[in-house]
């Protein structure tokens, strides 16, 4: 049956100076353009849309001084010309206004460029009023209803299609039956009335055949984008979780056997084979030698009893576990030295698994079962705050599903060794990072002093992993890690599970707030908060706090 291995603190100890410094003031490097990045499809073809919009623009510029400096060589009709330089005239002007207007992207509106296209509508027809219905002229008209149905709107590029067939043909009829009088350059004179219409419904099939094709055409776009985002997705976070098993394999791989101390006896107990080993510690199967009750006994590991600092905090673990009581956190049967002065824990030997084994096993947790991890897990944490403790250490490792009598099953707080009680006047880590890159707090990752706060933003973290079945950081190394949990924020948990509420977004967004006071004072409030948004009824107080967080620090808007 698979056991706890409480001493497994995968603890990373590096000098503040290795995270790497932000650039600009605040670390809020890349919190604009986490903004203005494309996160989804329809996002990333408006991007798209701005910068063919200019170069349309541009373009029919040019088309408009070409056709100004054509009028001065041609005949005509004169009448018809003055109308041709008026429609130019107009048109120029409401274009050189856009382009001076979407210099800045944000200012883009599909209404307003819907406006500019009927300008540009009126000053193409008067061109073809000019040159002829029956001229190449029409060919302009083409190009727009192409141009106007690659949008967004598909509201808005029906009108601008159904706007151009009426005209067109309510000039072509008006033109057969005589109610207008074609001044065209070239004229229909010697067509049927019936040619001409057949002529004229050709040129409504091409009218047709533009808008339907731009049409299909972005929608395969949409479509093929949306299909590359989910395939990125899943490699994204196939990566991120062969990451995390990478990491327990190498946990794994280093236990199992003989240690150092089986066989030999410590206190009341006599250690058997070695189950788990951390950045300090060992942890032995151990028994009672009177008893026969299973414990599992913790020892400093030998390179570890040459530092004092470490000797020294591994006697703090044992001094903040023996001070705990909670059902929540493993509880300490005895504290002692062996005969060459070593120091070890005994604790209760917990049978089950941690919470790294549920996730590789499932990868996510329903979102009611994060909301009891989070309660249960609270608990312990509480226990701790009130007794003076901060963990520091929160992670899926040190969260353990253990099977309690009745076939209940408890979740439990392990490892303490890396906490900080908060009536000690210093710290042995000063000036050090201390803790698990992809679960600790940004104030913790600076090296800076750390409340209760720290924990609740791992816990928040850990709610995030079981979630959306990936952690919120995951780097290439160690400081790039710890520079993504200061200065960035990760993906939003709803894009990468689509089946959570919104709300989930926000509760999460207060969890990972970057300052402590910006998150939730205890884990009732982070559990009580959950499990509203997953119902989707979070209440008002919570939904405004959490948009002064978002504008400060967005979600990651990369994959």
């Known amino acids: 049956m698979p056991v706890a291995t409480p001493a497994g603190h995968s603890v990373h100890n590096l000098p503040t100076q290795s995270l790497p410094a932000a650039r600009g003031a605040g670390g809020s490097t890349d919190e604009t353009s986490m903004r203005t990045t494309a996160s989804t499809p329809v996002e990333a073809l408006?991007?798209?849309?701005?910068?063919?919009?200019?170069?349309?623009?541009?373009?029919?510029?040019?088309?408009?001084?070409?056709?100004v400096v054509a009028l001065q060589l041609l005949r005509g009709d004169p009448m018809a010309k003055k109308a041709v330089d008026a429609g130019c005239a107009v048109a120029a002007l409401t274009m050189m206004g856009l382009l001076w207007h979407i210099r800045d992207p944000d200012n883009y509106s599909v209404h307003k460029v819907t406006l500019v296209g009927y300008s540009l509508l009126v000053c193409a027809y008067t061109g073809v009023y000019y040159w002829g219905i029956y001229s190449p002229a029409p060919a302009i008209i083409l190009m727009g209803i192409y141009f106007f149905s690659l949008g967004g709107s598909g509201l808005a590029s029906a009108a601008i299609y159904i706007t151009c067939a009426l005209v067109q043909a309510g000039l072509s009829l008006a033109m057969v039956t005589g109610l207008l009088t074609d001044r065209g350059m070239i004229q229909a004179s010697e067509m049927t009335a019936r040619e001409q219409l057949i002529t004229q419904l050709v040129v409504q099939m091409l009218f047709a055949c533009a808008?339907?094709?731009?049409?299909?055409?972005?929608?395969?776009?949409?479509?093929?984008?949306?299909?590359?985002?989910?395939?990125?997705?899943?490699?994204?976070?196939?990566?991120?979780?062969?990451?995390?098993?990478?990491?327990?394999?190498?946990?794994?791989?280093?236990?199992?056997?003989?240690?150092?101390?089986?066989?030999?006896?410590?206190?009341?107990?006599?250690?058997?084979?070695?189950?788990?080993?951390?950045?300090?510690?060992?942890?032995?199967?151990?028994?009672?030698?009177?008893?026969?009750?299973?414990?599992?006994?913790?020892?400093?590991?030998?390179?570890?009893l040459g530092n004092p600092d470490h000797v020294a905090r591994f006697v703090r673990e044992t001094e903040a576990a023996a001070a705990l009581r909670s059902p929540h956190v493993v509880s300490?049967?005895?504290?002692?030295?062996?005969?060459?002065?070593?120091?070890?824990?005994?604790?209760?030997?917990?049978?089950?698994?941690?919470?790294?084994f549920h996730l590789r096993r499932r990868r996510k947790l329903g979102p009611n079962k994060v909301v009891e991890l989070l309660r249960q897990v609270g608990e312990g944490?509480?226990?701790?705050?009130?007794?003076?403790?901060?963990?520091?250490?929160?992670?899926?490792?040190?969260?353990?599903?253990?099977?309690?009598?009745?076939?209940r099953s408890l979740w439990k707080v392990l490892d303490f060794g890396v906490s900080k009680?908060?009536?000690?006047?210093?710290?042995?880590?000063?000036?050090?990072?201390?803790?698990?890159?992809?679960?600790?707090?940004?104030?913790?990752?600076?090296?800076?002093?750390?409340?209760?706060?720290?924990?609740?933003?791992?816990?928040?973290?850990?709610?995030?992993?079981?979630?959306?079945?990936?952690?919120?950081?995951?780097?290439?190394?160690?400081?790039?890690?710890?520079?993504?949990?200061?200065?960035?924020?990760?993906?939003?948990?709803?894009?990468?599970?689509?089946?959570?509420?919104?709300?989930?977004?926000?509760?999460?967004?207060?969890?990972?707030?970057?300052?402590?006071?910006?998150?939730?004072?205890?884990?009732?409030?982070?559990a009580d908060a959950l499990a509203d948004a997953v119902r989707g009824e979070l209440a008002d107080e919570l939904r405004h706090r959490v948009g002064a967080l978002l504008s400060s620090h967005w979600w990651n808007t990369r994959l």
């Open 381 to 407: 944490l509480e226990a701790a705050r009130a007794a003076g403790i901060v963990h520091r250490d929160v992670k899926p490792q040190n969260l353990f599903l253990a099977e309690a009598e009745g076939g």
């Open 211 to 304: 808008f339907l094709i731009a049409r299909a055409s972005r929608k395969a776009t949409v479509d093929a984008i949306e299909q590359l985002e989910r395939a990125v997705r899943a490699v994204s976070a196939r990566e991120a979780l062969l990451l995390e098993a990478r990491q327990d394999l190498d946990r794994a791989l280093q236990i199992g056997g003989p240690g150092r101390f089986s066989e030999q006896r410590l206190g009341s107990f006599v250690l058997g084979n070695l189950i788990g080993r951390g950045g300090m510690g060992e942890v032995y199967d151990a028994r009672h030698a009177e008893t026969g009750e299973p414990v599992a006994v913790k020892l400093l590991h030998p390179h570890a």
């Open 332 to 356: 300490v049967l005895e504290v002692g030295r062996t005969d060459g002065e070593v120091p070890y824990l005994a604790m209760e030997r917990l049978r089950g698994n941690d919470l790294a």
């Open 46 to 67: 408006r991007t798209d849309e701005v910068e063919r919009t200019r170069i349309f623009l541009k373009t029919c510029m040019l088309i408009v001084v070409s056709v």
């Open 421 to 526: 009680l908060s009536d000690h006047g210093g710290t042995l880590t000063k000036g050090h990072v201390v803790g698990t890159p992809g679960y600790m707090a940004p104030e913790q990752a600076q090296g800076k002093p750390v409340d209760h706060r720290a924990d609740l933003y791992a816990l928040a973290a850990i709610a995030y992993r079981a979630l959306t079945g990936r952690p919120p950081f995951t780097g290439k190394d160690v400081p790039t890690t710890l520079y993504d949990v200061v200065y960035k924020m990760p993906k939003q948990p709803s894009e990468l599970a689509q089946h959570l509420h919104g709300d989930v977004d926000l509760v999460l967004a207060i969890g990972l707030a970057k300052k402590p006071g910006n998150r939730f004072d205890n884990s009732r409030e982070l």
